[in-house]
């Protein structure tokens, strides 16, 4: 029998999205079929000043445990309104995830649940910017989302963040989801950029550093160039 030709052959995945979670800030960009490649950085949030991410926050009901707004319409919400009774601000959550942390969480509400409401609002926020774009031809089932962690989380921390995007329905099946959805490190994702961008022209047997000073962390990651692409050192 003969095989199919590529232009054939249906394809499993339509749209990447690349989300990068982090502690005081998080965004997203997207690389859909139909652009050949082409990346898109999302950088229109409500904000003053245009930045191509929002503030990694939830406006949380503890009495209702459940999260009401997020980003940077949750931070001005506190900052300006006069919140009822039981209405808080919680920030830096991405944190409770790591094991040790002292992150306060709303009494009831475990780290997990706070991670998937927020992964929940920005999921949401992505596929509306997709269907304005790219309208009825936007399946949903075929999104690949590519989710950042700390290179120094452990597998349970992993674990729990996956669990987290599967609450907030990213994962649409347990069993089959780990063909769209993707944990992958913050250093090695910024490595692989620089590369591609030509921002960094590696040879084997070079050793560099990625230094991520973030709004709440700063993580300092080594590699060293083998083969493209470079793999971890330290």
Not at 8 to 35: E, K, M, Q, W
Not at 172 to 188: H, N, T
């Amino acid at each position: 029998m003969a095989r199919p030709s590529p232009a054939a052959t249906p394809r499993a995945i339509d749209v990447t999205v690349g989300l990068d979670f982090g502690t005081s800030y998080s965004g997203f960009g997207f690389s859909h079929a139909l652009d050949e490649g082409a990346l898109n950085i999302f950088d229109n949030w409500r904000s003053p000043a245009q930045y191509p991410k929002t503030k990694s926050c939830l406006l949380y009901d503890t009495r209702g445990r459940r999260a009401l707004d997020w980003g940077n319409v949750a931070h001005q919400r506190a900052m300006t309104e006069n919140l009822n009774r039981g209405i808080v601000l919680i920030e830096k959550f991405k944190l409770a995830l790591h094991q040790g942390s002292q992150i306060a969480l709303p009494r009831g509400v475990d780290a997990v649940a706070v991670v998937s409401d927020y992964l929940r609002f920005m999921k949401d926020h992505i596929l509306s910017t997709l269907r304005s774009q790219y309208g009825a031809t936007l399946d949903p089932n075929r999104i690949k989302w590519c989710l950042t962690v700390p290179a120094i989380w452990t597998a349970r921390e992993k674990d729990m963040m996956r669990d987290a995007a599967f609450r907030a329905g990213m994962i649409l099946d347990r069993e089959a989801g780990s063909s769209k959805f993707q944990i992958v490190y913050e250093p090695e994702a910024a490595a692989v950029a620089c590369t591609k961008q030509h921002v960094l022209d590696l040879v084997a047997g070079d050793v560099f550093m990625v230094v991520d000073a973030g709004g709440g962390t700063v993580d300092l990651t080594s590699y060293r160039a083998e083969n493209a692409p470079a793999t971890t050192d330290a």
